[in-house]
């Protein structure tokens, strides 16, 4: 079983969002996945309860399990999951570093501002420290429709402390309409730009998670 983490200490930077919409685009490409909320706010969780659709399943890690955090994605592993995806929360936490260690792609979601961009180092430099420099990349979210100078500004200066994930995800309505619908945005609006993005975006960590097996 992989797992995949979204990170960062910023909150409203799309952890949650991309979390669900790849958790879903994941099962539909064919991974048995289990999408787990390690933040005690329970959004993720929350997402979940809404949702009539077997895969992917949903479940939540409360504060008290996260020591066992390794033993609990075994487990799972067992059961026959090929991909665990984990949603942390957006402040610094042992639920965050956690997620981290055990991932094999930590994806880092970034909105293309300064001040967002800032509020990514302190992430970066914890997952240098835990040696992760090959296990995780920037994802740029919420971006402006269009070409962009900030967008391709902010994925310059990223590029140097890190890989950048593709596609850069653009400021869709889809988003956030199809969370709010308890689905991924490959559901919710599956012939949509929105969803074509995230299904590119799976296809770019599945690859780069398996390049790193190799
Ligand atoms: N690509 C996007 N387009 C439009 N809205 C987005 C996008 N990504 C995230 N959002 C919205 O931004 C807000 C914060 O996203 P969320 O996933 O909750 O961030 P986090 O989990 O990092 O705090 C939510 O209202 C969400 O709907
Ligand atoms: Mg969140």
Redesign the pocket.
Known sequence: MRTLT?V?Q???????????SLAVAAAEAGERVIALDL?PQG?LGTWGDMRTADAPAVDRIGPDQLGSLAAILKALDGEGYTLAIL?TA?VSSTGGNLAMQVADLALI?ARPSRLDLHATMPTIETLMRLEMRDRFAFVL???PAGRSSRATEAANGLGMFGVLAEPA????????DA??AGQGVTEYASEGK?AD?VRALWAWADRKMKGNKA
Not at 10 to 20: F, I, N, P, V
Not at 169 to 176: E, G, I, M, N, P
């Open positions: 979204l960062t910023k909150g409203g930077a799309g952890k949650t969002t991309l979390a669900a933040d959004s949603d957006g979601p979210n919420q971006c995800l653009t400021q869709r309505a889809d988003h956030q969370l709010a929105a993005e």
